[in-house]
């Protein structure tokens, strides 16, 4: 695949826009100035490729869609894994809470982010801080399975608010989005989880939902 000078460029730059970020990151919109393709994907794009094998991450390399999120991994490949979407000029994001062989421990940013990761997504906001310190991405998941489960996520970003939030399940998301932007106007809200067809999607996108991750290739 070819990959265009724009890209190639922003690739190329990836470490000094992290040692940039140690010192402009003041605001959860900051960082998308640092990152295009992030902006790009949460206004236009909407659809962030969830990847689950080696398959999925052949199938996102032919998709128009820029960002990805890595749901697997060790530390003996992640960095092999991150090179490749590098390479197919997509933006990385890690789930680190999903990867083989990882613990919670902040020193984990650190090393993802040498390996090239351009942001972490956890339910985990100290390892959030930490990667916002390296200044990668940090999306927050939170999980709408009732309303307990939606006031700790509403106190979790009251400690700390990342650049975005993921609402799992997605259908859930339309009915508390609210209640995350009445404490947090601007917050960027994503969406993920049994998402089944295009309807659902515009269904969500119309609801305020930023973008949401899919791991259908049909997508």
């Known amino acids: 695949m070819v990959v265009s000078a724009d890209k190639q460029r ?27 393709q992030w902006r790009n994907v949460l206004e236009k794009g909407h659809i962030i490729a969830a990847i689950r094998n080696i398959e999925a991450l052949a199938a996102a390399a032919k998709s128009p869609t820029e960002t990805v999120y ?24 890690v789930n680190l809470d999903l990867l083989a062989g990882f613990s919670r421990d902040s020193i984990n940013a650190e090393y993802l982010a040498s390996c090239g990761a351009a942001g972490i997504v956890s339910t985990h906001s100290e390892v959030l801080r930490a990667s916002r310190r390296q200044g990668l991405i940090t999306v927050q998941r939170t999980f709408a399975l009732d309303s307990s489960a939606i006031d700790a996520g509403l106190r979790t970003i009251s400690q700390f608010v990342p650049d975005a939030i993921e609402i799992l399940p997605a259908i859930a998301a339309p009915r508390v989005v609210g209640r995350f932007r009445q404490v947090h106007p601007n917050l960027r809200v994503m969406a993920g989880g049994l998402i089944s067809d295009l309807k659902e999607v515009e269904t969500l996108l119309a609801a305020g939902i930023d973008a ?6 049909g997508f």
């Open 10 to 36: 922003g690739l190329a730059e990836r470490p000094r826009r992290a040692e940039e970020a140690m010192s402009v990151l003041t605001s959860s919109r900051d960082v998308e100035h640092l990152y295009p």
């Open 70 to 93: 890595l749901l697997f991994g060790n530390p003996l490949n992640i960095s092999d894994l991150l090179r490749t979407v590098r390479e197919q000029g997509k933006l990385p994001l």
């Open 212 to 217: 949401v991750s899919v791991s259908d290739p």
